[in-house]
T-cell receptor, first 114, second 106 residues
Framework: DAGVIQSPRHEVTEMGQEVTLRCKPI?????LFWYRQTMMRGLELLIY????????DSGMPEDRFSAKMPNASFSTLKIQPSEPRDSAVYFC????????????FGDGTRLSIL | LAKTTQPISMDSYEGQEVNITCSHN???????ITWYQQFPSQGPRFIIQ???TKVTNEVASLFIPADRKSSTLSLPRVSLSDTAVYYC???????FGQGTELSVKP
């Protein structure tokens, strides 16, 4: 079975540009999560969806960040405009369980904002 | 706020058994304890989950005492490839914390 698929794996862009990260969850999973990982702050939850509806976006750092899930097989995390401090590894995960565990993670997108 | 506490780092040698303990304050009656493993440049990977007493799978064992205020992940006979960061999570709280960086030496 295919796992969680994220694209791109690496993204390097200049400050001020729009960045779009993509995620395809495991088929049949109705929870989808976006995380950000940095050395300083560790692994932080940004937002999660249940049945395509955002449930908790309290971890989204600011209005420059937005996430959508137009259907059960696709989600995007957008940063506009991007800033150097947004540089991090962004992970998407999905789950089929009510308590969210276990979660299945993608390999992440390593984002560098110059 | 529910929070787990783990050692920041641990060192071990190949072939040894490693036990990583996690403290969970304010654990709720229905909370399960879940452990993940993360290698560099990869997403966390589920290892094991339990509610009480002992759970064992092909990778690890999880011990949870009766008061459920802590849990211990046990990795038997570790190898170099077990070098990773290990996280414990409490219930549905999506808080990974700092994890425990395990370093296995030859």
């Amino acid at each position: 079975d295919a796992g969680v698929i994220q694209s791109p794996r690496h993204e390097v862009t200049e400050m001020g540009q729009e960045v779009t990260l993509r995620c395809k969850p495991i088929s049949g999973h109705d929870y989808l999560f976006w995380y950000r990982q940095t050395m300083m702050r560790g692994l932080e939850l940004l937002i999660y969806f249940n049945n395509n509806v955002p449930i908790d976006d309290s971890g989204m750092p600011e209005d420059r960040f937005s996430a959508k899930m137009p259907n059960a097989s696709f989600s995007t995390l957008k940063i506009q405009p991007s800033e150097p401090r947004d540089s991090a590894v962004y992970f998407c995960a999905s789950s089929s369980r009510r308590e969210h565990q276990p979660q299945h993670f993608g390999d992440g997108t390593r984002l560098s904002i110059l | 706020l529910a929070k787990t506490t783990q050692p920041i780092s641990m060192d071990s040698y190949e072939g040894q058994e490693v036990n990583i303990t996690c403290s969970h304050n304010n654990i709720a009656t229905n909370d399960y304890i879940t452990w993940y493993q993360q290698f560099p440049s990869q997403g966390p990977r589920f290892i094991i989950q339990g509610y009480k007493t002992k759970v064992t799978n092909e990778v690890a064992s999880l011990f949870i005492p009766a008061d459920r205020k802590s849990s211990t992940l046990s990795l038997p006979r570790v190898s170099l490839s077990d070098t990773a960061v290990y996280y414990c999570l409490q219930g549905g709280k999506l808080i990974f914390g700092q994890g425990t960086e395990l370093s296995v030496k030859p």
